[in-house]
């Protein structure tokens, strides 16, 4: 019998600042997220980070915390239900990291008496932080859990052409009687290391003005290849003119080298440099999260206007969209039928 489990990031079970510190211990010390070696990893989370951050992202987590809980898991929660309404195929929701752990969700599968499971990382672009961590764990389950199960898992999506008119879509609703000078393309970002190590061809992504728009083999795994690819078909998609969008990277942590331009610089040069109107959309995010309603849609719009800036909006992620639900419900058909999907 066949099922499917949807998952996300994960979120703290609460916005107390414990429940935050215990969060991100396990979402931090993981290696595919800061990849050093275990001591040096401990030492960066364990002596230096949760000293001092659990307490600010606590104050952060309370300004966009819902009744209902953490929005990213009631998004996630609504976004299941609908995409089960689309199917009869048995749906459950895990999370990376946080309670919702994906040997729960694999459990609820098997205990329906599901043999053969289909991963959706909820991930619009592959990164080894992000999709990778979440094969490489179920992998792991499987063999010590679950052996009897069989895993497949659906990979990037970012440039298949119904996902990007669904995509596109939605911008374009959210853009609806808004007038704008600038469209920006945020996108949580990477260490540079991260894209050189997963450059299968070890030699291709040199991370300058020309590797992403040379085609090859290492764009399969190049986040930041996917990110710009997805910028430019929705630009196509959505006849933007050039100068009138551009694309960058937040949300970095420590003091390595991370993919530029940072979203927090590129929102300031903008205002400085007289543009009075941005709207900034999320694509690296299926769900909003910290990174969406709090760093950009209170701290970006606060940036913003501080520098000469008039206007500030964001657009929604695809959330639980009724086109995206849809699309998601298609995938699962196709997965189980065995089409490409496109």
Not at 127 to 134: G, N
Not at 135 to 162: C, E, G, R
Not at 250 to 279: A, C, H
């Amino acid at each position: 019998m066949k099922g499917v489990l949807l998952v996300n990031l994960g979120s703290p079970d609460s916005t107390d600042p414990k429940d935050v510190k215990k969060y991100l211990d396990e979402f931090l010390m993981d290696p595919r997220v800061i990849d050093v070696n275990y001591l040096l990893r401990a030492f960066i989370v364990k002596g230096i980070v949760l000293k001092t951050r659990p307490k600010k992202s606590a104050a952060a987590y309370q300004k966009i915390w819902w009744k209902e809980g953490s929005p990213l898991i009631v998004i996630s929660e609504r976004l299941k239900e609908k995409v089960q309404s689309h199917t009869n195929t048995p749906i459950a929701l895990a999370m990376r990291y946080g309670a919702m752990t994906i040997k729960k969700g694999l459990q609820e599968l098997v205990d329906k008496g599901v043999d053969d499971v289909y991963i959706i990382p909820l991930y619009h672009q592959f990164a080894m932080a992000t999709t990778e961590t979440i094969t490489v764990l179920a992998d792991k389950l499987q063999k010590d859990f679950f052996p009897n199960i069989k895993i497949d898992s659906l990979p990037a999506f970012y440039n298949k052409a119904d996902y990007i008119n669904v995509l596109s879509n939605s911008i374009k609703k959210g853009l609806e009687n808004i007038d704008y000078d600038q469209l920006l393309f945020s996108y949580h970002g990477v260490p540079e290391r991260h894209i050189r190590k997963q450059d299968i061809t070890k030699s291709h992504c040199k991370i300058d003005g020309s590797c992403c728009d040379t085609p090859s083999k290492a764009h399969q795994f190049c986040y930041r290849h996917q990110c710009l690819e997805t910028t430019k078909m929705v630009a196509k998609n959505l006849n933007l003119k050039e100068g009138t969008y551009s694309t960058s990277f937040q949300s970095r942590l420590g003091f390595d080298q991370w993919l530029l331009p940072y979203t927090d610089r590129t929102i300031e040069r903008f205002g400085l440099n007289g543009t009075k109107k941005m709207v900034v959309v999320t694509p690296a995010f299926v769900s909003d999260c910290l990174e969406t309603l709090e760093e950009i849609a209170m701290e970006g719009a606060e940036l913003f206007k501080e520098v000469g800036g008039e206007e500030f909006h964001t657009i929604p992620c695809l959330n639980d969209n009724d086109d995206w639900a849809k699309l998601l419900a298609t995938w699962i058909k196709d997965w189980e039928t065995n089409t490409p999907i496109s």
